[in-house]
């Protein structure tokens, strides 16, 4: 069956540094991926895409990595701030359209002051 | 946000008890979603809609109907309430032209008792 897990529930790091999340996929052939950011209470919001010809993607201090080989994409987030504190989510659509989106459960990401 | 718009923003219904969710947009996007979010699975698609009347089962549609009559209003009915449809939901638009992403409402808490 499809399956897609994020590497932990929970991560704590210190601030200032980076954050690494992982998101393993198993029997897809995802077009492309997404990340999402969600704060308690609120619903998801989008953050970066990855296509599958692209090995690796940014934006300010994010950085995702796509390795269709490996099935995982790696999402960090550098110099990391308490505001980052949040849940992270991954997700997969085959069509390339966001028709049909499968996300993780999600990894909470605490930085610690 | 996006104009998303869902309503009730909390519910608290007897089993049996039939209740619709409303989800509501101002962007005239094409695709519509209902998801389910529960602590261990991550968000579950319900059901989808790709254009006024067209929709579609997602993967935890059983106990769920939807209906789409104009392009900006999305319901979604649990006929019978049960306790284990105590849940998250939340509304999710995209365009569906390319490689988009989807954006959220902020979410119903509904709860069965």
């Known amino acids: 069956s499809q399956k897609i897990e994020q590497n932990s529930e929970a991560l704590n790091i210190q601030e200032g540094k980076t954050a690494t999340l992982t998101c393993n996929y198993t029997n897809y052939s995802p077009a492309y991926l997404q990340w999402y950011r969600q704060d308690p209470g609120r619903g998801p919001v989008f953050l970066l895409l990855i296509r599958e010809n692209e090995k690796e993607k940014r934006k300010e201090r994010l950085k995702v990595t796509f390795d269709t080989t490996l099935k995982q994409s790696l999402f960090h987030i550098t110099a990391s701030q308490p505001a980052d504190s949040a849940t992270y989510l991954c997700a997969l659509d085959l069509s390339g359209s966001a028709r049909q989106l499968t996300f993780g459960s999600g990894t909470q990401l605490t930085v610690l002051p | 946000d996006a104009g998303i718009t869902q309503s009730p923003r909390h519910k608290v219904t007897e089993t049996g008890t039939p209740v619709t969710l409303r989800c509501h947009q101002t962007?005239?996007?094409?695709?519509m979603y209902w998801y389910r979010q529960d602590p261990g699975h991550g968000l579950r698609l319900i059901h989808y809609s790709y254009g006024v009347k067209d929709t579609d089962k997602g993967e935890v549609s059983d106990g769920y109907s939807v209906s789409r009559s104009k392009t900006e209003d999305f319901l979604l009915t649990l006929e019978s309430a049960t306790s284990s449809q105590t849940s998250v939901y939340f509304c999710?638009?995209?365009?569906?032209?390319?490689?988009?992403?989807?954006?959220f409402g902020q979410g119903t808490r509904l709860t069965v008792v």
């Open positions: 962007e005239n996007h094409r695709y």
């Open positions: 999710a638009i995209s365009d569906g032209e390319g490689y988009t992403e989807a954006f």
